[in-house]
Structures are given as structure tokens and as C-alpha cells.
């Protein structure tokens, strides 16, 4: 049986500092996300994300973006995007220096309602605004699209619903839409299916990969798409973060193991295992427990 082949070279966005820590219920000091920030950047990640502005009342972990933007040293060639639901927090982010956004809508549209208190199309409505005030200005936009293999409250979700999700973000100038399993429900055919009907209206080199690991098939996910051309994997040092919407829901795909598997199978990323180790080792110690990553663990152990 021949081997799926996929792009020789993968893109990480690291979402860490963002959607890593956004439900941390200890605050999570300023100075801690800066280093972290700047020890993804040094590891050789080439986008990391580092903050929201979103209200403090829904989100207080990420109160402190605009600071967190002001402090930290920004590496040549590495974006620092931050989310920006709506206009007030484009304006925000804009006073703080941001060169890159992110805008997040669901295919799912209990989870719309839930997540963002609207429709689905009701959401589409408030990105546009921002999405042209971003063209104005020279800003990228980048768009996440929640659900896309399942959804805490409809279950499946048809893949034609994302892909008109995926197509009205694209039209309104997103430069990558990230596909997220929100649940992390997916298998591989399940996405290597998606992929192949989003691809129908969005490019696959406009697609990105966002999979949590909840049943373990973060890493198996990822590979799909990588044999459908997807090349942009976001991920979280430490396996950070969850969903506050999605009872039971674990953390992102750890980083350390996506870049161990890829640079084993010989899929440059550009990323230094070591260095992001020790950011890994960094934000576990800073939050008080163990790393969830396969591979840290496995070297932390052989280490004993």
C-alpha cells in the first residue's frame, strides 16, 4: 500500500498563550505569557497567537492582551495575531499594535448560539465590518470556523454546512480559515471527507487543521488533512486549553507531539523540538502540573 503523501513542509500556529490558557481559572500573570510568547517565538514558531480582545467579563484570562502586546521583544518573520469578535475589539487591538486578527464563527448553529450569542449568519454579519476595516488598514485576517466534525449540542455536522461557513469567510478576505474540531469527536476519513468538500469553495493551501484530542485522534486528524494538502497545523505547548461550551472536552493537540511526529516522518516544521520543550516545560511548571504531551512526558521519564 502506498504512502499518502502530503506537503514536505507543515506550518504551525501555536495557540498556547491564547487558546491555551484563555480557561485557566487561576490568573495567569502578564510576565508568564510574555515569556512564553517570546520562547515559542525563539523555538521557531512562526505564528503565536497572543491574546483576545474580547470582554474581560466572559474572558478575564485575557484581560491583559494589550499589555502583553506592548512587552513582548516580536521576532522578525513571526505574526502575533489576537482575536477580534467585533469592531470594538478590532479598535482595540489596532491601538495595541496588532498586525494580524483572527475572526471565529461556528458551522454549528446551537454552538453559534452558545459560544457568541447569535446565528450563524448574524456572526458572518459582524465579521465583515471587521474584515474591511482590517483590508483598510493592512491587517491580516485569519478565520476560525468551530464544530466542524461535531457539535456538543447537534452531534454530526454535515461538512456542506462548513463549507459555506469556510466560502463567506473567504469572500470576505480571510487569508486561512482553520477547520476546528471543537469536541475533537473527528477520525481520519471523517476529516480527510471534510477536507475534500471544504476544498470544493476554499483552496486546501487556505485551509488549516485545529483538532482537539479527546478521544486521541488529534495527531491521526492532522495526518489526514496533511495527505489532502492541508500544510498549517495549530496546536498548544503543554496540550493547553479546552472548550467552556463543550463539557468534557480536552486540550488542543500538544505541539511538542506534532512536531516530533512530522520531524520523525521527515515533514519539515521549522521548529526546534528542544526549545519548545523547554517553553513547554516553562508553562507547566508556571501552572503547577505536568505537561499533557506524549512526547514530554515520555523524555521527562527517560530522564528519571
Known sequence: MPEPTGPGRIR??????????????????????????????????????????????????MADSAAVLARIVKRPGVAY???????????????????????????????????????????????????EAAAARGVRVRGYISCVLGCPYEGAIAPEAVREVAAALLEMGCYEISLGDTIGVGAPRETARLIDAVAGAVPTDRLAGHFHDTYGQALANIW????????VFDASVAGLGGCPYAKGASGNVASEDVVYSFARSGVE???????????SRFISEALGRKPVSRVANALAAADV
Open 12 to 61: 504551525l500556529v501555536e495557540v498556547g498563550p491564547r487558546d491555551g490558557l484563555q480557561n485557566e481559572a487561576a490568573e495567569v500573570s502578564t510576565d508568564t505569557k510574555v515569556a512564553l510568547i517570546e520562547k515559542l517565538a525563539e523555538a521557531g514558531c512562526s505564528a503565536v497567537e497572543a491574546g483576545a480582545f474580547v470582554s474581560p467579563k466572559w474572558v478575564p484570562q
Open 81 to 131: 495575531p489576537v482575536l477580534t469578535p467585533n469592531m470594538k475589539g478590532f479598535d482595540a487591538a489596532l491601538a495595541a499594535g496588532a498586525e494580524e486578527v483572527a475572526i471565529f464563527g461556528a458551522a454549528s448553529e446551537s454552538f453559534s448560539q452558545r459560544n457568541i450569542n447569535c446565528s450563524i449568519a448574524e456572526s458572518l454579519n459582524r465579521f465583515r465590518p471587521v474584515a
Open 224 to 231: 489526514a488533512a496533511w495527505g489532502k494538502g492541508v500544510a
Open 269 to 279: 516544521t521549522g521548529v526546534d523540538l528542544d526549545l519548545l520543550l523547554a517553553a
